[in-house]
């Protein structure tokens, strides 16, 4: 295992005791709680307030989640766009659209590397992170210079939601995003054509460096750090798509952090989260049916030595990078 800084596991590994801490929350609330409720035991207030502990737990649990797969984030996004735009000499026909995307991915990658950086973002690490920046920037080339629509709207539909008010933060629109990008983002095929190819060529397949239009610079790179190659593979099997929807799931439990904990219904500040709340409890059961699959691919991952050791060494080389710029 690489001596790089195992944090954003740590992260990981606490968003999953919260997920687990959830799903108890649950059980027990069906068990015993809900029958108190209906005996009169207890009042309805009393009753939120259990629920009100289980969504914190969810709450906790993806933004701990979020916190660990900060990079991960800003790779989904980068990805994909860097293989299109390459194979499609965008850096050279657009350099300062380019460096623009360099520059804000920069940004994004000092606040995902650095334990410290990570703390900073509090409770709200969709919203204090550069990655709706990302997000602005690479649908635009996507529609302008790359022609791809369908990923452009997709990317849209995401940005406008972690970017809006939280009265405009609802499930329904929430799943209306899934919905849409689950048409739109359909890169995936692509993606395992491209990353195989750059497999074959940093082998020395000529026919495959062709067909990939890679500059020298570019394939030196690649085959001094194959694994990014292996890290790009696993990313694409365990679906780009997930990872989207873990980020937008983020960014609408994220105003949640305080008031489930404590009883504040007599601040008037809080009454667009408190209508947050209620929007959360009506559809509670969805958002964990949701969540379930995208935590279930998280612990796989992170029982994946090879994987954790990849992140590891992504950790260690971004934050030499940064220190060394």
Sequence with gaps: MSKSPQFFLEYIEDGIVDWDYALDAREN???????????GSITKEEFEKYENRKINYLQQ????????LLLIYAGIILLPFMIVAEMSNFGIKHPREMQEIINNARNHIKKSVSLNEIEKLGHEPIKESNLKELLELTQRNYRR???N??????LKSVENFITSSIKNRKWETLWEIVKKCEKLFNLSQL??????????????????????????????????????????F?????????????SILASYLEPLSTITRYSISSN???ITRKELLEDVREHQDDIISFLEMKVQIVKNLVKNDEFVENMSKLYEVFGKILQNP
Aim: proline share 2%; with cysteine; charged share 30%.
């Design 191 to 232: 993606m395992k054509e491209n990353l195989q190819l750059f497999v074959k060529c940093i082998n020395n397949d000529k026919e495959s460096c062709r067909k990939l239009n890679l500059s020298d610079a570019v394939l030196d790179q690649l085959a001094k750090n194959p694994y990014i190659i292996n890290f790009s």
């Design 145 to 147: 210079y790359l022609g």
């Design 268 to 270: 008037p500040a809080y």
């Design 234 to 246: 696993a990313m694409t099997e365990m679906s780009i798509k997930e990872f989207i929807d873990m």
């Design 149 to 154: 629509e369908g990923i452009a709207k997709c």
């Design 29 to 39: 609330i069906r068990n015993k709680y809900e029958k108190l409720l209906k005996e």
């Design 61 to 68: 649990a993806v933004e701990k989640l979020s916190k660990g």
